[in-house]
């Protein structure tokens, strides 16, 4: 059985949107990515409705299984966190009104799952992005490779909550096994704390 996953990086001028499959074995490939743009200098109303258009747009064609979307964190630039909080929104509307499931993931979940290492930089989530998804170069811009990045946790994520105590680790990549053991980190209780 095959997962469709579409994976959002919520962006104001440039929205990455990325759909991939994962088969039985955990393998992920690329389905279609794209970027949607919006106008810097267009009215905020306008820029919404394009992105909201075009992420309605790749729904509908590719009709996901589950949709991943980055969570929005807090940053120094109130600008910024809002204009991606916006397309968050639209995004989850979307979801919702086709009956899609949804997760959100932060930034530091989805460079753990992509690469093992959850302050990994942009070059090397989108490095192992390309050579997970067998590629020959790594998705541009950043947005379409972070996209891709989360629809890939979200996947595996979602796949090892399905799958059986008894799976054998030996099919993992370190990236999956590094996401597992930091997953089980967090739901096991520690004495003493």
């Known amino acids: 059985m095959t997962l469709r996953v579409l994976g959002v990086d919520p962006g ?3 929205c990455g949107v990325g759909i991939i499959e994962v ?3 955990r393998v992920p490939s690329l389905v279609s990515v794209h970027t949607i743009r919006s106008a ?3 009215p905020l109303e306008q820029r919404l409705m394009i992105i909201a258009r075009g992420i309605e747009a790749l729904v509908d064609e590719f009709q996901p299984d589950a949709m991943a979307i980055e969570r929005v964190f807090a940053q120094n630039n109130v600008r910024t966190v809002m204009g991606t909080a916006q397309v968050s929104g639209l995004a ?3 979801a919702a009104e086709r009956g899609i499931p949804v997760a959100l993931h932060t930034p ?3 460079k753990a799952a992509v690469t093992g290492y ?3 930089d942009k070059a090397q989530v989108g490095a192992m992005v390309a050579r997970l998804l067998g590629l020959d170069a790594v998705p541009k811009p950043a947005d379409a490779a972070d996209a891709l990045a989360l629809a890939i946790c979200h996947a595996w994520r979602r796949d090892a909550a399905r799958a059986p105590a008894s799976t054998s680790p030996q099919g993992l990549t370190p990236a999956q096994r590094a996401w597992r053991d930091a997953e089980k980190s967090i739901r096991t209780p520690r004495l003493g704390r």
């Open 40 to 42: 810097a200098d267009a």
């Open 23 to 25: 088969d039985a074995k």
């Open 118 to 120: 959850g302050s990994a």
């Open 108 to 110: 530091s979940e989805v």
């Open 92 to 94: 989850l509307r979307a």
């Open 12 to 14: 104001l001028t440039r």
